[in-house]
């Protein structure tokens, strides 16, 4: 959840950690602290609030150091204060440490600590790290840094430096991810690649368990074991420009607008028209293996697991297969039913979240094949799976997913119609899906010029403290998605519902202040919905509807209608979502909220 960054080499370090820390800000943005090493010793400097803050207390202060460490706080354990914000330093002011993750055995390493004389100054958990890399120095960094590690249980990425150790960075991972950026007589280390890709694309993964010492002109990676380690250089592919706003106001509404090139770049070299089965050879399973699947598990948490729900509904009906779709933190302590022909998919916007790695790694153990649907190249899930697909959507800053779920769903569907080729699904029925995938991106082109008409409508609702999401079938997770992301942005109050289910209980919080968005297309359920709809008015409440094309007898039965284009069915959540999250981020930027970095939350789920 936090961003991590170090910095050795022959340039002035604290601007390139400052730009470095603001590329991770979306990790975790509410304190933010920077070690330099100077002539006179480490110089920590510290702040509550984000990274900005930082720069202000920095700049009466250019300390001329190329050697430094620096941290974007989301807090664990301990208020997000001053005090409590990282580097931490060792009592001595030697030993300056950064970390993400968390310290379990905490509360028993400062017991043992203060019995030894130490004090402990913060409400955090890295503190004993600290002062036990000191308790254990010896003369030498790593080696402390390494008989420390040996009495943590926990999840940890960490940097350390000491003003007794010049030019020396020294990185450790366990859970948290870490990088190592290869530069000319220079190294980085980050959480991850984006906060070194202006200096070099060449980079080095930590893995778990793995330490390591960092110079300008080298870097050597052993185990906690202390077992070396040959490091597999990778190359990046990701350009600055995908990390940048590029004029617009905000990365979310960026990534919203990326849509259209990210979709064709999730299709693409996928679609086979000849013989209408989708092209997946990343799943690295046979055609025979896809026969014999008797049921498939997705896991996931948020947003990725509304893309699941959407696959759940695709592979069920397209491909005939009992599709379980659980969110990875229940998962791994359930004890699930696993059978030797089950598939399980983690998906993962980040490949990172602690939940769906654990859920992962749960069912590896227990023998199952374990693909992944991961955007970030290099992650953790994407290095641990046996196989899997890639969905291309390019570097996702936004804190609210936007571009990842829409591309998930996109690559959901084409498993879906491989799934259902391998199993039922004629070449006509294959062909026809492959053809309607191919026209999804100009129709989202179509749809986000409607941006303005969505932000009419939110100009009428942006102040209400409550907004009820109604869909049906395959709609109802873009319900939930809708919601999501209104909730996230904009602060405000807002339930998914599968339309039917209302009339249960929340039809009693309908009146005339209840704006309810319904997902109304000409679909099988079109019917139902609209009776859905007409409950709804009875009661004074205010309907959106997200409607197809063409479809003009909606308009005189609801408020406000926004058309999407007619596609396959299975396929409708990909436009239906657009002006849901076209309509989030309006409100959001109409009630003044941070909408990329949205309170409490952060990109990157590494805790659990
Ligand atoms: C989405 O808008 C959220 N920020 C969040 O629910 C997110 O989808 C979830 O934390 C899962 O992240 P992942 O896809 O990187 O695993």
Known sequence: MCGIVGYVGSRRAQPILLKGLKRLEYRGYDSAGIAMFTDSGLMVTKCAGKISCLEQLLTGDPADSTHGIAHTRWATHGEPTELNAHPHADEKGEIALVHNGIIENYRTLKEFLLQKGYHIRTETDTEMLVHLIRFNYKGCLTEAVRNALAQVDGTYGIAVMSSMHPGVVVAARMGSPLVIGLGDGEHLVASDVSAMLEHTNKVVYLEDGEIATVTADDYRITTIQNVQITPQIEEVTWTLDQIEKGGYDHFMLKEIHEQPTTLRNAIRGRLNFEEGIPRLNGLNLQYDQLRKIQKVIFTACGTSWHAGLIGKYMIEELARVAVDVEYASEFRYRSPIL???????????????????????????????????????????????????????????????????????MVLSLIAGLLGRMRQLSPQAG????????????????????????????????????????????????ALEGALKLK??????????????????????????????????KDPVYDKVMSNIAEVKARNGNVIAIATEGDTEIAERVNHVIYIPETNRFLTPLLSIIPLQLMAYHIAVMRECHVDQPRNLAKSVTVE
């Open 339 to 409: 059978g030797k022909n089950d598939i399980f998919f983690a998906i993962s916007q980040s490949g990172e979240t602690t939940d769906t790695l654990a859920a992962m790694r749960e069912a590896k153990q227990r023998g199952v094949t374990v693909l992944g649907i991961v955007n970030v190249v290099g992650s953790t899930m994407a290095r641990e799976t046996d196989g899997g697909v890639y969905i291309h959507a390019g570097p996702e800053i936004g804190v609210a997913s936007t571009k990842a779920f829409t591309s998930q769903v």
């Open 431 to 478: 062909q026809e899906l492959i053809e309607a995938m191919q026209k999804i991106p100009d129709q989202v082109e179509k749809i986000l010029k409607s941006s303005d008409q969505v932000k009419k409508i939110a100009e009428q609702y942006y102040r209400a403290n409550n907004f009820l999401y109604l869909g049906r079938g395959i709609n109802y997770p873009v």
């Open 488 to 521: 996230e942005i904009s602060y405000i109050h807002a339930e998914g519902y599968p339309a039917a289910e209302m009339k249960h209980g929340p039809i009693a919080l309908i009146d005339e202040n209840m704006p309810v968005v319904v997902i109304a297309l």
